[in-house]
């Protein structure tokens, strides 16, 4: 098993005639994904060639759904119209909405994270590489080729990191890693992906990546606290940093001692959670930790 994205999932991609799009639907196929379809208003009824693939593009999302069953979309689109491509999206109610794009203003990812709740589309992102569940499907920008299948489920705000910690075990391997996104307001928080990998049979130990700025690692201590019965091993990106420099994550903002990689690494381990300094530490506490286990 895994979450949210499966070897069964079909997948649509918003922007797949654009250069982004190519590029990445192509890697996509490569990884195994069942790409069925892209969308592009003023491209339907073509098809785009894939090797030996032929990928038809739709008029809409809900178009693509009804000739394809698809169920998760790939949103690479300018920041400009993300919002209407994800409402778009999640008017169609397809129940995943991956959002790969950079630079969407915060107000338009409050107003569509909203009405996307209220439709039943789970939106993953803005800003983020997606996810993928290795040797199953890759939803976004996530190299595959950099790890294996395995037990461990991996969330993270940063796509580096998300790339580093893959590697770092990919001996070891993963059931799904999702890049959440870092930006102030995202639509799948660390707790809902805790929350997945807390129910997923196939997944025995998690990793939480984060980063200074905001209460979103603070909120995961206590959902773990409460409520993960797996063990969780962290890593929270910025001990270095600088005090008092605006960093590159659009949520990477700190206030006084709130949002400080020592404020959040403090709150995890008060909730059992082994907190690594750097990544190659944090892939060995999670190595431990699994022979302990």
């Keep these: 098993m895994a979450i949210y994205l499966t070897k069964e999932s079909k997948v649509l991609v918003q922007g797949m005639t654009g250069g982004e799009g190519m590029k990445h639907t192509r890697r996509m196929l490569a990884a195994g994904t069942n790409v069925v379809g892209g969308v592009n208003p003023r491209k339907a009824g073509q098809t785009v060639d894939f090797d030996d693939r032929a990928i038809p593009v739709f008029g809409s999302v809900a178009d693509g759904m009804r000739a394809t069953g698809a169920d998760v979309t790939v949103v690479f689109v300018p920041p400009a119209f993300t919002a209407a491509a994800v409402t778009e999206a999640a008017d169609a109610r397809i129940p995943l909405a991956v959002v790969i794009t950079e630079g969407v203003p915060v107000h338009d990812t409050v107003t569509f994270t909203a009405y996307a709740q209220r439709q039943g589309t789970r939106i993953i992102g803005p800003n983020c590489p997606g996810l993928i569940s ?21 969330v993270s705000k940063s796509g580096t990191l998300t790339y580093q910690l893959m590697y770092e075990l990919r001996d070891t391997g993963f059931s799904t890693c999702v890049g959440i996104g870092g930006d102030p307001v995202v639509g799948t928080s660390h707790i809902d992906c805790l929350s997945a990998f807390e129910d997923d049979p196939d997944t025995d130990l998690i990793v939480l990546i984060g980063e200074i700025g905001g209460d979103a690692e603070e909120r995961a201590a206590a959902h773990i606290r409460d409520h993960v019965t797996k063990p969780v091993v962290g890593y929270i990106a910025g001990f270095t940093a600088p005090e008092g420099r605006t960093m590159g994550h659009a949520g990477a903002i700190v206030s006084g001692s709130s949002g400080t990689a020592q404020a959040k ?23 431990e930790t699994l022979r302990r286990e």
């Design 265 to 287: 690494q403090e709150a995890l381990e008060a909730a059992g959670v082994r907190v690594g300094r750097t990544p190659t530490e944090t892939a060995r506490l999670v190595l």
């Design 134 to 154: 290795p040797g199953q499907s890759n939803a976004g920008i996530i190299p595959a080729d950099i790890t294996k299948p395995g037990r461990i489920g991996l």
